[in-house]
């Protein structure tokens, strides 16, 4: 893009990867892997039919290590403190299951909590409790000082960037807050890691390789802090160590892949990389808010990369997205009400490039609404 920061980055990426048939507006629902990336998860498959999966397991073992040490480190946590997870549904559910806070707890999280994190909540016998949130779902940090300090739930869950709209979570103040009163404090990073400074201090943070990260679908990851984990009751083994809350067999390739997506995310410089998608979600929300009628949610400045877009009257979201996709090629996401339902009243569509946007992209985007 012209006055994009960083052109170099979005050109590398986009030399990296294999040509997109159309015009990829999606990673907030899954990235275009990297040639090296889907390489390494093919090589890592061919091993294990060459030499067997255990060994072949054995062999990418210094490579995986490597791939727990630096993700630890994304999150302010170390590699001994890693589990490998399929998903971050996945993540959150071997989570509430092997935390054993007493059936009706109430568990802080935002209106706009995914669907999927109320359910693993809900099922655990927890009870979600809405923090206070401005008008865009944003936490309202003193009311949440003031419900800390008066009547804590017995933990916050908190989704960093949802997936129906792209606004960051004030995460380090929520993580000083519960520090300071001793409230557990899980954090959903699925949509914030890649795109959002996710070194901040919490007991959990969970989330998934196939978003921002690049890596392959299939593969999540749930870090926990060794003080918190003692805490917890994993199906089998000893909580102290985090292999405890893996599965005892794995898509190992994927972990291998993540590890390699990683390292092009820790290559490219993850400031550098959040500058840049802070500015393509500026680039688009300029871009397109009013366009037909289309009405953008985020504020334009918010540092994130993904755009939600009220339509117009009468419009229907899901028929856009497929009509984008048939006639003009164009990837997008319909979000519709049951993916947050305590904060999405209708369906939005969700415009989510990665790096490597063009002015062109957007022109074919624009056009197409
Ligand atoms: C995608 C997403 C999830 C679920 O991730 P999976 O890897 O599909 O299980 C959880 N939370 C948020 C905010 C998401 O965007």
Known sequence: MTDLPLPELGAAWRAARPRPAGVHLDSAACSRQSVKVLDAVAHHARHEAEVGGYQAEASAETLLQQGRSVLGGLVGMAAADVAFTESASSAVRVLFAAWPLPAGSRVGVLPGEYHGNLAAILYAGLVPEALPADD????????????????????????????????????????????????????????????????????????????????????????????????????????????????????????????????????????????????????????????????????????TAATTLVPPDGVDVAGTVARLRAEHGVVTTACLPARAPGELTGPVLRVSPHLDVTDADLETLAAAL
């Open 136 to 303: 865009l779902g944003r936490v309202d940090v003193e009311a949440l000082a003031r419900l800390l300090r008066s009547d804590p739930p017995a933990a916050v869950h908190l989704t960093v960037v949802a997936s129906h709209r792209a606004v960051v979570q004030p995460v380090v103040e929520v993580s000083r807050l519960c520090r300071a009163t001793g409230v557990p404090l899980v954090l959903d990073v699925a949509q914030a890691l890649g795109q959002v400074d996710c070194d901040v201090r919490a007991d959990a943070v969970y989330g998934t390789s196939r978003k921002w990260l690049a890596g392959p679908r299939g593969v999540g990851f749930l870090v926990l802090r060794p003080a918190f984990r003692a805490g917890l009751v994993p199906v089998q083994g000893d909580p102290a160590d985090v292999l405890s809350f893996e599965t005892h067999d794995a898509h190992v390739a994927g972990r291998v892949g993540l590890t390699l997506a990683i390292g092009e995310h820790l290559a490219a410089g993850p400031a550098a990389v959040r500058a840049r998608l802070a500015g393509v979600g500026r680039a688009v929300r300029e871009r397109v808010d009013g366009v037909a009628g289309w009405r953008v949610v985020e504020p334009f400045g918010e540092p």
